[in-house]
């Protein structure tokens, strides 16, 4: 049985993609692209493909978000939907989760950035080394928690219909999604690196 064919893809693969499609350059993110086209293509089908438009116009928003998810939202954040809702009509009750949606998206994207302040260091004094190992420890374990709290909120944003999950042979087979193994994604960001 292939293992990589029946992985199942969904709503984190989709954040975890974007968030490295939006930090990485060159072949690795012409790659990542086409995953996150593949997977929008899976969840959205008919939508065109422009990446950087779904995730930041909040068109990714699914109208449908059960009151379970809402309540849950409203728990985590402090921030009210019902009195949102009635003063300009249904609409404005997705307006409010989309406009949600895109600053916690910004914030991710920054905490990402975050814990990758020293990749790429590989010349300093053992005392400097020190430092940044037991500051990026630290720094790890603080985001982690946040982050988390960030992708759950993001995930209950964007409603009922990103529930689901798909094979990589079938959005292979039916959406495109690029024949490159994590593996070589992985070796092209190496070969993107600057010398």
Sequence with gaps: MNTEKNRQIGRK??????????????????????????????????????????????????????????????????????????AFGEDDHVKMRQDMFEALLMHRVNLDSINHTYDGVFECSKAFMNGICHTRTVNEEIMNLVKDKIDRVIFLLLGDKYEKTFTVGELKEKYGYPAISDQELQQAIIDDMPD
Excluded: W
Excluded at 32 to 40: E, G, H, N, P, V
Excluded at 58 to 84: P, Q, S, V, Y
């Design 13 to 86: 693969e989709m954040l975890d993609t974007y968030i490295r499609y939006v930090r990485h350059r060159g072949d690795a993110r012409v790659i990542m692209k086409q995953r996150l086209d593949a997977i929008l293509s899976a969840f959205n089908p008919g939508m065109n493909k422009n990446v950087l438009n779904y995730f930041y116009s909040g068109i990714l928003i699914d109208e449908n978000c059960n009151g379970a998810k809402i309540k849950e939202i409203e728990d985590i954040t402090g921030k009210r939907f019902e009195n949102h809702s009635s």
